[in-house]
Structures are given as C-alpha cells and as structure tokens.
C-alpha cells in the first residue's frame, strides 16, 4: 500500500489473476461461480495462480451460492477446503457465516477462523445479509477478523456509501459491489476506505466455432457459454490511477 490505497481485485480464472496483477492490483480474491457471487475455487486454479502472479492470493472459501447459513456437512467442507488452501498457498482466506435469524455465527466463525491460523481472514458480503450491522461490527471486530467486505448492506457501494463511510472508521471494511470506473471517485472520496475491491471485467467472445444455439450448459440465469468475462487490464490500470489520484 505505498500509494495510500489497496485495490484487491475479484478474479475466477488464470487469465484474469495475471490481468488483474499487470494491470496493478495489490491482492486477489480467488473464487469460483462469480455469477452466484463467488464460491470455493478449485485447488488446481489455486495452484496455477500461484506459479503465475507474485501478489497476495485470498482464496473465498463458500461451498455453495445462495445464503450465509450453513448445514453441518457443508461447514466440515468448508474447513476441508481451508485446509487444503492453506497447503496450496494462499495467503489468506475469505468466509462469512450467519445464524437463522441474520447474525453473525459467532461459533462456526470461531472454529473457521481457528482452522485459517496464522492466515489473515476477511469476512465476505454475507454481513451485507446481516440484521444490525454495527452490531454484527462490534462481533466481528471481537472475533479477530482483519477486514470486512461490505456494500454497504445496500445493492452496490454508491447506494451503501453513508454506512460504508460509518464502518470504514474502523479502518477495515473495504468497500465492494458494482465498483466501476464511473463511480470509484464518488465512493472513495466519501467513505474514506484505503482498500476497495471490484472485479473490472469485460466480456469477450469465445474461440469456438461450432456452436449449438440449442443447448445451455447452465440455468437460463446463467452466462452465456460463448462469452466470456474477464479481468481487463486497462479497466484495472484505470480504477488504479482513478484512486492514486484521491489518496
């Protein structure tokens, strides 16, 4: 963070690990499923990536889309997955975990973050599902998590900025959700975070040549298979030089 900032970019494949890297992102959140808001990637792409970029590498551990609150099966995934992570090279973790009734998990919190050791750990958009946010800041604060990825509990950062700008005087909730060249100033001047996260994708068409307009490989929400998103390097070099020029 020598410019003042931190920009950590939210990236699904290789390409847009090394993407985000040469386009000057300081952290990547490796996930899977970004169409359901990321999920746990595979250990192959966390290994590739490793050989491939020298910035920090966060892997998002999430078994499934959907909500934040989690059977027993899924969480003794969840520590699997933390698990082999680790033994692959992250370098650090993301999870999120609430109750029924929109808590946070304080137990299942704790055990996750005892099986992340010594890694640092951020706590995802789930508290953007939260029913009290300040207080669910005031347990997450509690149980040692380093930052806090929010929207502001509102559909994008722009909309979330008033609470935003509340819990970034914490110093470590970093804002995330529709971050774009158009509104990065906006959100940065007014919350006054020093790390922001975006995903600054583009799609591009795929190389196939035969294509069956007859089949989805997916649900009909689903992205089309013959286009794909990426990280782009001059949508990151831009939100780069966007923020150095307000920090």
Do not use: W
């Amino acid at each position: 963070m020598d410019d003042g900032f931190l920009m950590e970019v939210c990236v699904d494949s290789v390409e847009s690990a090394v993407n985000a890297e040469r386009g000057g992102a300081g952290r990547i959140e490796l996930c899977a499923g970004l169409v359901e808001g990321g999920t746990t990637p595979s250990m192959g792409l966390l290994q590739v990536v490793k050989q491939c970029v020298r910035i920090p590498v966060f892997v998002m551990i999430r078994p499934r889309g959907g909500d934040f609150l989690y059977s027993d099966r899924e969480v003794e995934v969840m520590k699997a997955d933390i698990r082999l992570a680790k033994l692959h090279g992250a370098d650090g973790l993301v999870f999120g975990a609430l109750t029924e009734d929109g808590r946070i998990d304080t137990e299942l919190c704790t055990a996750l973050l005892a099986v992340c050791r010594p890694l640092p750990v951020t706590f995802h958009r789930a508290f953007d599902m939260v029913h009290d946010p300040l207080v669910a800041l005031e347990t997450l604060i509690s149980l040692g998590f380093e930052r806090v990825l929010t929207s502001g509990c509102d559909s994008s950062a722009l909309e979330g900025l008033s609470l935003i700008k509340r819990l970034a005087e914490q110093g470590f909730f970093p804002p995330g959700g529709g971050i774009t060249e158009r509104n990065l100033q906006r959100i940065l001047e007014g919350s006054t975070a020093s790390e922001f996260h975006c995903s600054a994708r583009s799609a591009r068409d795929s190389g196939m040549k035969f294509r069956n307009p007859n089949v989805a490989m997916g649900a009909s929400f689903s992205a089309p298979e013959y286009s794909i998103k990426v990280a782009d390097v001059a949508k990151v070099r831009t939100l780069n030089a966007i923020a150095k020029n307000i920090l």
